[in-house]
């Protein structure tokens, strides 16, 4: 009989965490910001198809960085758990803040238990019409946070953060937001990144029931122009 | 995580029957062959559809009725699915409002999960499945038959589709109207439908045979001047889905009526 050699608790979760660190270190950076006229996600995103960005439900939108299989998978099961909810109660009764704590359970149990963790972080935004709009940030140990204004995920989010932190305003324009994200992953990544691998989408306040839409090229290019 | 097949399931209602399935409706375990049963039930309908000239118009009354009662004068019976569909039910009511929500959210389910539509034959042949599922319940006396119309971006015409109890799926060329005042509904169609009509006068056409309907069958729901309740008609085109006015149904209705008083 072969002695398993001791590793302590401590050491095994070390090596974990930094194994997560370093495969989302590797994905690219999505920003989430407040603005007027709604929630804008903005994202570096070669595919046109493949994408990082998307609905969940009427209010809510979802975002992955990391590693694109297993956000996937994160992404499909928000949906059934937001539609089966939404179908067996009310439509209002689908929240955020529900799906976000079911996403930290799953991904932290998945993190101390299976030997490979989720090379993930995701983020979970809703937009609410009376009172304040909300930021879900889940990392890849499960651990939940809720922002304020803004928030980034992914390589650089970190240096994305300090970033906005200086220069974020309240009230701010679809087109400045736009604009002040644009600059964000210039500055960490060194080289602007054109408007062809940028993935933009918007909880439009504006409209009625699925809020949630795809701002196209052109309309990004129509942005930057004004 | 999750399995291959998970991964692949884009279907709510697969979703449901497989990890929720109390969400279903279920009556198998009633005798609903027990005449005091039948009685209960809400039904009696006219709904139809037509194409006109830059899609089509869907129409219903508004009438609920158990046995010889009314049950419900303002019920709807026509129903937007999403940006280009529409479903039309007859039927026993409380499975026929199941089955548009059910229809409702596995369309947008779909739509999320895969980033893209149904095309329209697809939506129609999921319908079928639905159908078939119900089948046992049908079988028991609950039946519950849609109408299903879409529009067709790639041809810029509407099409509209038929069931029956088992699922199957028939394609309606130019017209065609269900529920128990169907085919006197169908009968002023088969009189009226002209190929390429314009939008107001396909619209006259399905409130005029909406009328003929109520006039012959009881469970159908005439224009409603006392109450202020008319049928309602929903318009499908390229710009997608609206509600016809209803102070121009109430309009036609008017000079519908009055024509007939000439006539009298």
Redesign the interface.
């Known amino acids: 009989m072969t002695i398993p050699y001791y590793v302590s608790p401590e050491r095994i979760m070390q090596d974990k965490a930094e194994y997560a660190r370093k495969g989302i270190a590797r994905g690219k950076s999505i920003i989430a910001m407040e603005c007027q006229e709604g929630i804008l996600l903005v994202g570096e995103n070669p595919s046109r198809s493949l994408n990082k960005i998307s609905e969940i439900y009427d209010r809510i939108a979802f975002a992955g960085a990391g590693k694109f299989s297993e956000y996937e998978s994160l992404r499909k099961a928000g949906i059934k758990h937001a539609d089966i909810k939404g179908y067996a109660y009310g439509r209002d009764d689908v929240t955020a803040k529900s799906l976000a704590n079911a996403y930290s359970q799953i991904i932290g149990d998945i993190f101390s238990q299976a030997i490979k963790p989720l090379e993930v972080e995701i983020v979970l935004t809703q937009i609410n019409d009376d009172q304040g709009d909300e930021i879900y940030r889940i990392s890849f140990d499960g651990s939940l946070a809720d922002d304020k204004g803004f928030t980034a995920i992914g390589g650089r989010s970190d240096e994305i953060k300090r970033f906005l932190g200086d220069r974020y305003q309240e009230r701010m324009s679809l087109k400045e937001a736009l604009k002040l994200s644009s600059d964000a992953l210039k500055q960490v990544n060194n080289y602007e990144v054109g408007v062809d691998n940028l993935e933009v989408a918007l909880l439009d306040r504006q409209r009625k029931n699925r809020r949630f839409r795809r701002v196209t090229c052109d309309e990004v290019r129509k942005l930057q122009k004004e | 995580?999750?399995t291959l097949e998970e991964?692949a399931e884009s279907s709510?209602f697969s979703?449901?029957l497989k990890?929720?399935p109390h969400?279903l409706p279920n009556y198998q375990a009633v005798d609903l062959t027990h005449p005091a049963w039948k009685a209960d039930v809400p039904e009696g309908t006219t709904v139809l559809a037509l194409k006109y000239d830059a899609g089509a118009v869907v129409a219903g009354d508004r009438m609920a009725v158990e046995g010889f009662h009314v049950s419900d004068r303002r019920i709807e019976k026509v129903y937007a699915i999403d940006d280009s569909t529409v479903l039309a039910i007859a039927g026993a009511a409380g499975p026929c409002i199941e089955l548009v929500?059910?229809f409702k959210?596995e369309l947008?389910?779909y739509e999320?999960?895969e980033?893209v539509s149904l095309s329209l034959e697809g939506k129609a042949n999921k319908l079928s499945q639905m159908i078939r599922a119900n089948f046992p319940m049908a079988a028991q006396g609950l039946v519950a038959i849609p109408l299903f119309v879409g529009y067709e971006a790639g041809a810029g015409t509407g099409r509209i589709y038929k069931y029956d109890v088992t699922g199957g799926r028939y394609e309606e060329i130019s017209y065609h109207a269900i529920g128990s005042g169907g085919r006197d509904a169908k009968n002023t169609l088969k009189k009226l439908y002209k190929d390429g009509l314009p939008k107001d006068d396909a619209v006259r056409y399905a409130l005029e045979a909406l009328f003929d309907a109520s006039e012959e069958d009881l469970g159908t729901g005439g224009p409603d001047f006392f109450r202020g309740i008319f049928p309602t008609v929903k318009v499908l085109s390229a710009k997608g889905i609206s509600d016809f006015p209803e102070t121009q149904i109430r309009e036609t209705y008017s000079a519908i009526l009055q024509g007939k008083e000439i006539r009298a």
Request: net charge positive; proline share 0%; charged share 20%.
């Open positions: 995580m999750i991964a709510f979703l449901l990890g929720s969400l929500k059910l959210t947008e389910h999320k999960i980033g």
